[in-house]
């Protein structure tokens, strides 16, 4: 399957940072996503993304999809921001489910 | 109500029990997906289904069944539970080619 490497694996900020997270993905794909997994386990989609730039509120992505990457972008971070973030891709070759990479574990202190 | 509600929230079985982990949706998705997640390990896809006829072995299938009763319902089994099964897993739901997913709010499984 497609593999999917984040990085950092850790983070500590301090409370109105700015942090790039990065993806590298192995093979080309139509479906890329990024979500947040909060303290307490709920994952939210943040950004669907398998090309181009996109930004909510504080934070944007952008997928250069040639290149195999993508990154997530957290401006003046806030400790609401902490929790893990997981990149994920799909492509046909994996019937569009989606593969996820072992995250970015965010801690933001005030 | 949640549009992925998964049950139980938390269950702790023995080895070698049968378990079954429900998952419904009203998202009105036709793709469900079941992963489950360790620590360290990010989310690890153990089967999916793109209808109700059709069901697909996700990487770590070994030790887990499914049934898709409905369109909004994927049922996942582990006939008999082992320890290293202990885990939180999630159910998932998509339209198309993967867009909009959606994840329920997990069960928490131990295996003693």
């Known amino acids: 399957g497609i593999q999917v490497e984040q990085s950092p694996p850790d983070l500590i900020l301090q409370e109105g940072a700015n942090s790039t997270l990065r993806c590298n993905f192995s093979d080309s794909v139509n479906n890329l996503q990024w979500f947040h997994q909060n303290p307490w386990g709920q994952l939210i989609n943040l950004f669907y993304?398998?090309?181009g730039t996109k930004q909510n509120g504080r934070l944007s992505a952008t997928t250069v999809a040639t290149e195999r990457y993508s990154l997530l972008y957290i401006s003046s971070s806030q400790t609401t921001d902490s929790g893990v973030y997981f990149c994920a891709v799909a492509n046909s070759n994996s019937g569009y489910a989606l593969n996820f990479g072992k995250g970015t574990s965010l801690l933001v202190t005030p | 109500d949640a549009d992925v509600t998964q049950t139980p929230r938390n269950r702790i079985t023995k080895t070698g029990k049968r378990i079954m982990l429900e998952c419904s949706q009203t998202k009105g998705h036709d793709r469900m997906y079941w992963y489950r997640q360790d620590p360290g390990l990010g989310l690890r896809l153990i089967y999916y289904s793109f209808d109700v006829k059709d069901i697909n072995k996700g990487e770590i299938s070994d030790g887990y069944s499914v049934s898709r009763q409905a369109q909004a319902k994927f049922s996942l089994s582990l006939e008999s539970a082992i320890p290293n099964q202990t885990a939180l897993y999630f159910c998932?739901?998509?339209?198309?080619?993967?867009?909009?997913?959606?994840f329920g709010s997990g069960t928490r499984l131990t295996v003693v």
């Open positions: 998932a739901t998509s339209v198309g080619t993967g867009w909009g997913y959606t």
């Open positions: 993304i398998p090309s």
